[in-house]
Structure formats: C-alpha cells, structure tokens
C-alpha cells in the first residue's frame, strides 16, 4: 500500500493482485484534479492506474473528486448509508465560491455494495482486504482492512482521544483490534502502530 498527503489529506492505493489496476481509498479536495495526479507521480503512479474507488466518508477531503473520478471511468463503490450523505457534502462544496468548478456526483454511476460483501467483492477484483462500519466520526464511515494487519481508519478518532461515553467509537475500535489489525493509517495524521500509540 502507498498514499501521499497533500492539504493534511492522506491519499491511499492499494494493487490488486490479478491486474495492474489500482484500488483508490479516498479522492482527495474538490477541484484539485491536476493536484491529485501530480501527487500520484511521486509515489510511482499515474491516474489512468486507477480502476476502482472508495471512500471512508463524504466529506469534502475525502471524496471532493469523486465526480472526476467518475467522468474518468474510475468505477466508484459507495457502502450503506454513503449515498445519503453525497447531498450535504455537495451543498457545503457549492456554497464556496473557490469550488466554482466542482464536477457534480452522477449518483447514477455509483455501484451500490454492502459492507459485509466487501470481501467477496474485493476479492473479486483482486484485492485481498474487507471493508468494516465504523460509524464512530460520520454514519457514513468505513475502515478498509488489509491482509497485512493493516487499517485505514479515515477520521475515526484516536483511542486515547475517545470520551468515556463515546461507546459508538468505542466498539469500532474493539472491532477493528478484534481483526488483530498492527498498523492504523490516519487520513490526517501519521501511521502508528496499536499498543504503542493506542
């Protein structure tokens, strides 16, 4: 797995193993398209690699370019309870003059799929990992586990920064330790490893 930050966002990819295809796991700030693909040069790939995509929720720093994905053939996975969300992000995106430019979401070319498919539908595309509801930062969240104890976590909040009655962030750090996951990849912070940081 390889990702870049740009604007305090982490950007992830991951390679299926059967193709030359690139799992995209978040798309970045509205118009910055140019930007994103740039980013992707540094880290050994280009844009056109890009086969699929998802997102671990519809907030602006994690699928502001999805519509670009989209206009570009990237097939874009959305879970439950994502396709609700896609209209708040996009009436905060066009209440800011600097997003003037920003491509729409065609809800039509989402392909709908289940959390508990994931794994059978990643697997089929030759990513080996599952997708879990995290719901503890937005209803709309999901953490991506890889087959190397690995977790993208997007913006669910740190374990030692979690209220004690914050149970919904509780239970979605137990399961994701429950998976023996090692490494927890942030989108705006650095890795760090469970039982060293958490």
């Given at each position: 797995?390889?990702?870049?930050?740009?604007?305090n966002?982490n950007?992830?990819?991951?390679?299926?193993?059967?193709?030359n295809?690139?799992?995209?796991?978040d798309?970045?700030?509205?118009?910055t398209?140019?930007e994103?693909?740039?980013?992707?040069k540094?880290?050994?790939?280009?844009?056109?690699?890009?086969s699929?995509a998802?997102?671990?929720?519809?907030h602006?720093?994690h699928?502001?370019?999805?519509?670009?994905?989209?206009?570009n053939?990237?097939?874009?996975?959305?879970?439950?309870?994502?396709?609700?969300?896609?209209?708040?992000?996009?009436?905060i995106?066009m209440?800011?003059k600097?997003?003037?430019?920003y491509e729409?979401?065609?809800k039509?070319?989402?392909?709908?799929?289940?959390?508990?498919?994931?794994?059978?539908?990643?697997n089929?595309?030759?990513?080996?990992?599952?997708?879990l509801a995290t719901k503890?930062?937005?209803?709309?969240?999901?953490?991506?586990?890889?087959?190397?104890?690995?977790?993208?976590?997007?913006?669910?909040?740190p374990?030692?920064?979690?209220?004690?009655?914050?149970?919904?962030?509780?239970?979605?750090?137990?399961?994701?330790?429950?998976?023996?996951?090692?490494?927890?990849?942030?989108?705006?912070?650095?890795l760090?490893e469970?039982?060293k940081?958490?």
């Amino acid at each position: 797995m390889k990702y870049f930050r740009y604007h305090n966002t982490n950007c992830f990819f991951v390679e299926s193993k059967t193709q030359n295809k690139l799992l995209a796991i978040d798309a970045g700030w509205p118009c910055t398209f140019y930007e994103y693909q740039r980013c992707m040069k540094q880290v050994g790939y280009e844009f056109k690699q890009i086969s699929w995509a998802i997102v671990t929720h519809f907030h602006m720093d994690h699928a502001g370019l999805i519509g670009e994905f989209i206009k570009n053939n990237v097939t874009c996975f959305i879970f439950e309870n994502q396709i609700e969300c896609i209209d708040v992000m996009e009436r905060i995106i066009m209440k800011n003059k600097e997003y003037r430019d920003y491509e729409k979401i065609d809800k039509t070319k989402l392909i709908s799929i289940k959390v508990n498919d994931s794994l059978k539908m990643l697997n089929s595309i030759g990513i080996t990992g599952e997708v879990l509801a995290t719901k503890g930062h937005s209803l709309d969240s999901i953490t991506y586990i890889t087959d190397k104890a690995e977790a993208i976590i997007g913006d669910l909040s740190p374990i030692d920064q979690i209220m004690e009655n914050d149970q919904e962030s509780i239970n979605n750090w137990e399961l994701i330790k429950n998976k023996n996951i090692k490494k927890i990849f942030p989108s705006h912070a650095e890795l760090f490893e469970i039982g060293k940081n958490g």
